[in-house]
């Protein structure tokens, strides 16, 4: 049998080997808590199960969708006129995904021919750099250093690597640094890209998940943003919709375009009944939102509180559902630790070396887990010794 070369661009996904190694130990009667992969475990609001379950008992939904309903682009285009004060064209300017990550996967095959730059984060999730590379794009990495608070410096990208660009992903607040960018920035990514004819794609995934008073708004807010790209959000994490798959790109009316008529050719649309979730989530009780917010808040500071107590000096986060840590310093690799840390402690995290070249020296931890989980966690740490030099 002979295979794609391109598969040649790809391993097996980091997640898939920590998901090995977890059954693995639960199969030996093992306890793990895993807080690796970002899987929501707060459930959506009765609402949204009640519209999803209603429309999935009625026989009729179960045809093709082929393309998303008017009530669903009207949705969103309100939900975007309320939350960010952006006015979106309902016709043209919205577009579903079966999940940000299908459409991170997929738009770079509507936007980039083989052999053309694409500009991403390092660090950066995964799929920012796959779903490029799937296109057969070259990558120019765009580092997000501590020094400047995780926030790209458009300054430093080489004015080669900016010309021959054709496309460049950002996100703030970020996964995984959980960084988020000043006003000013956004400001200079619009003038960057309209100087060098670059599209921009922002994921705006975690919006609501900003914690100590703080808010956040959408790339599309600021002038002129619309003209050079579209932004990506996500119902998975704020109205705890993961397993449902439901996101959108919002913003430039040619790229909506362009995605929709790719889209056409791969999928037959969502799910009806998950369409229907969907307007219910964005359209109904807003109150869930606040609620999951500050269950993250709080489960942040438990672990951050209760890892800092050990000696393991780590920020709080200023937003997502995530931390972002050094590892101790007697240790060589971030997979070095974190095969520590799951064999000793039971505690599954991500090494930061999977989120690109400047990502190692660090791990993710997601705050998946609930209070007691946590704190578990936190005495499993304690306990292993890992920590001690």
Request: net charge negative; glycine share 8%.
């Amino acid at each position: 049998m002979q295979f794609a070369k391109r598969m040649d661009r790809f391993g097996e996904g980091i997640f898939t080997k920590l998901s090995d190694i977890k059954h693995s130990r639960l199969d030996r009667g093992e306890t793990v808590i895993d807080l690796s992969i970002g899987t929501p475990n707060i459930p959506p609001g009765k609402h949204i199960i009640e519209a999803l379950c209603t429309a999935a008992a009625d026989e009729r939904n179960y045809v093709y969708a082929l393309s998303d309903q008017n009530a669903l682009l009207e949705a969103v285009s309100g939900w975007y006129k309320e939350r960010y004060q952006v006015a979106l064209d309902p016709k043209t300017e919205v577009c579903s995904l079966l999940g940000s990550q299908e459409g991170l996967a997929h738009i770079s095959l509507s936007i980039v021919d083989e052999g053309d730059v694409v500009l991403v984060p390092d660090p950066c999730y995964p799929v920012f750099a796959d779903g490029p590379l799937l296109a057969g794009a070259k990558l120019h990495y765009m580092p997000q250093k501590k020094e400047n608070g995780y926030v790209i410096n458009l300054k430093d990208i080489p004015e080669q690597a900016a010309r021959q660009a054709k496309l460049m992903l950002v996100s703030y607040p970020n996964n995984p640094t959980t960084a988020m960018a000043p006003d000013s920035f956004y400001v200079d990514l619009v003038a960057f890209a309209k100087k060098y004819d670059i599209i921009v794609l922002h994921d705006n995934a975690y919006s609501e998940l900003v914690f100590d008073g703080k808010s956040c708004g959408s790339f599309l807010s600021f002038p002129g943003a619309k003209e050079v790209g579209v932004e990506f959000n996500s119902l998975s994490k704020t109205y705890g919709l993961a397993g449902a798959r439901i996101g959108f790109c919002v913003g430039n009316k040619e790229v909506v375009s362009r995605l929709k008529i790719l889209k056409s050719n791969m999928d037959y649309g969502m799910f009806l009944p998950i369409q229907q979730a969907a307007i219910a989530a964005i359209t109904g009780d807003q109150s869930g939102v606040e609620t999951t917010r500050k269950a993250y808040e709080h489960r942040r500071d438990i672990l951050c509180d209760g890892l800092n107590a050990l000696g393991w000096k780590i920020d709080k986060p200023e937003a997502t559902m995530f931390v972002w840590a050094a590892i101790p310093s007697h240790y060589g690799t971030s997979e070095d630790f974190v095969m520590d840390m799951v064999t000793k402690a039971g505690v599954i995290v991500t090494p930061g070396s999977a989120f690109g070249p400047l990502g190692e020296g660090y791990v993710r931890m997601a705050l998946v887990q609930d209070e007691e989980n946590l704190k578990q966690a936190v005495d499993a740490v304690r306990q292993s010794g890992i920590l001690n030099v």
